[in-house]
């Protein structure tokens, strides 16, 4: 209860006593505790009369009291609604700034996705190049020049090349003569998705032309770490056997050269086949 209602209660209390007293003194009603109007003091009048009105006025206070008491309850809820609303709005907005938040890094993450992706297309991770001048070297099995390298990575490929002159020679006199120049990796061949090699087949006793050689290729599945790379000769492909070894030579004079690359590709699987 409001502290003015609780003061209209108590007077009203007073008021109650009093007019039960009956009294008949002209003036009495002017020392009440209730400050009546002025002129109502000069007047004779039956103080219950008196005060029968003057508690009806004191009601009709009390009943606006309750009314504005009410109404303020009644601005109390819609106060507590208004800052529910307001509540939610607020939250509602720090969402907002959330989902704003998220977005832009979204943003910048498929940038990011975007730009690693037009680099993937094909980048070099890694290169090494191996060379030496004048490296001649007659043999027809067996390794011919090698090439330490170091794979950073699992997920990237190996693209390996060679470069430098090869010969052979037919050893006749019929059937011609063939050889297989081919790179190990590690020490076997690749085989995903192939080989590396090529091959030179003569069937002219004493041809010795020596031809500019470049041979080159990808590998998927070489693992990260140490890898050792060579270029090889050996015997012609299995299935095409019947030819003589015939006399090989690699590299002459001029310079012969592995290089090997570790390349990032995008979707290995589907680009290197
Ligand atoms: C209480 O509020 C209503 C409207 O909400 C108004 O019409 C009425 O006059 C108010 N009562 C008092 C006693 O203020
Ligand atoms: C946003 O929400 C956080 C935590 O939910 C709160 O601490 C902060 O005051 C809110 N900011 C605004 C502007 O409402
Ligand atoms: C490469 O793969 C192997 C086997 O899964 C793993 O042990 C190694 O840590 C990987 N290396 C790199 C650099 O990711």
Not at 56 to 77: F, G
Request: aromatic share 6%; net charge negative; with cysteine.
């Amino acid at each position: 209860m409001a502290p003015s209602v609780l003061r209209i209660s108590l007077l009203l209390a007073v008021l109650r006593v009093t007019a039960g007293q009956s009294t008949t003194s002209e003036d009495s009603h002017c020392s009440y505790m209730l400050k009546l109007p002025e002129a109502e003091c000069g007047r004779t009048l039956v103080d219950e009369q008196y005060m029968e009105s003057s508690m009806i006025a004191l009601q009709t206070q009390m009943t606006q009291m309750n009314l504005v008491t009410n109404n303020q309850t009644e601005d109390i809820r819609k106060l507590s609604k208004d800052n529910e609303k307001l509540r939610q709005k607020i939250e509602a907005g720090n969402q907002t700034e959330h989902i704003q938040k998220l977005t832009e890094e979204n943003e910048k993450l498929q940038q990011r996705i975007a730009s690693i992706e037009t680099g993937r297309k094909r980048s070099v991770v890694n290169v090494k190049q191996c060379s030496r001048r004048s490296h001649g070297d007659g043999r027809e099995y067996g390794l011919i020049f090698s090439c330490d390298f170091v794979k950073k990575r699992n997920d990237t490929v190996l693209r390996v090349v060679w470069n430098g002159d090869l010969r052979l020679i037919d050893t006749g006199p019929k059937g011609g003569s063939a050889r297989r120049w081919f790179f190990t990796i590690n020490g076997k061949e690749c085989s995903d998705p192939r080989t590396i090699d090529t091959q030179l087949h003569v069937s002219d006793s004493d041809s010795d032309n020596h031809r500019p050689a470049y041979v080159e290729g990808y590998c998927r599945g070489v693992a990260a770490g140490d890898v050792y790379v060579a270029w090889n000769v050996g015997d012609i492909t299995s299935g095409q056997s019947g030819y003589k070894v015939g006399d090989s030579h690699t590299g002459w004079v001029a310079t012969v050269r592995i290089i090997v690359e570790e390349v990032d590709v995008e979707s290995a699987d589907t680009v290197i086949v």
